[in-house]
T-cell receptor
Framework: GQNIDQPTEMTATEGAIVQINCTYQ??????LFWYQQHAGEAPTFLSYNVLDGLEEKGRFSSFLSRSKGYSYLLLKELQMKDSASYLCAVRDGNYGQNFVFGPGTRLSVLP | DGGITQSPKYLFRKEGQNVTLSCEQN?????MYWYRQDPGQGLRLIYYSQIVNDFQKGDIAEGYSVSREKKESFPLTVTSAQKNPTAFYLC????????????FGPGTRLTVL
């Protein structure tokens, strides 16, 4: 089967660092994607990992461990505009190369 | 500007009526997708199409239908057979290569009264 888990909600303070975890069990793996989604809007792409290790993009970093079926998204120097849902998605080669999405983590950044 | 458009943003229908949601992309992407999003849940795949004139059912296809007559267009019809159609519907496209992310349209919020 396919299963992706993320914490439902997280709260952090402006200027702080927050780590959002994602664990997955899929029959195939062709990469893990992170998206940001503000309420009522479309998801926007943040990062892509296919090999183990850390990918850094400005204030955002994403880590992958394929052997553990684990990824995290790290957000530094949090800003109020980072309040959003963060979606973890795995591209599954055994599922028509489709994307399997986790439930999303709703992050609230407080002043 | 390249992108994906969905219309309308908000749609209201009476129970028992079929309704068609539009999705158009000018990104020259081969693959297109329809997702449903309910509060507190992730995106669930309704239908997908990897190429023109071909489409496949996703996890929750019952009560929905699609067509893919043109590369740019992938309309979704929500039929009266869909038991709980009120939801946020997202269309996406993808260039098809394994490392390509999906691009999403702005979504249509459908409310059935």
């Amino acid at each position: 089967g396919q299963n992706i888990d993320q914490p439902t909600e997280m709260t952090a303070t402006e200027g702080a660092i927050v780590q959002i975890n994602c664990t997955y069990q899929t029959s195939g793996f062709n990469g893990l994607f992170w998206y940001q989604q503000h309420a009522g809007e479309a998801p926007t792409f943040l990062s892509y990992n296919v090999l183990d290790g850390l990918e850094e993009k400005g204030r955002f970093s994403s880590f992958l461990s394929r052997s553990k079926g684990y990824s995290y998204l790290l957000l530094k120097e949090l800003q109020m505009k980072d309040s959003a849902s963060y979606l973890c998605a795995v591209r599954d080669g055994n599922y028509g190369q489709n994307f399997v999405f986790g439930p999303g983590t709703r992050l609230s950044v407080l002043p | 500007d390249g992108g994906i458009t969905q219309s309308p943003k908000y749609l209201f229908r009476k129970e028992g009526q079929n309704v068609t949601l539009s999705c158009e992309q000018n990104l020259n992407h081969d693959a297109m997708y329809w997702y449903r999003q309910d509060p507190g849940q992730g995106l669930r795949l309704i239908y997908y199409s990897q190429i023109v004139n071909d489409f496949q059912k996703g996890d929750i296809a019952e009560g929905y239908s699609v067509s893919r007559e043109k590369k740019e267009s992938f309309p979704l019809t929500v039929t009266s057979a869909q038991k709980n159609p009120t939801a946020f519907y997202l269309c996406a496209s993808n260039a098809g290569r394994v490392n390509n992310e999906q691009f999403f349209g702005p979504g249509t919020r459908l409310t059935v009264l």
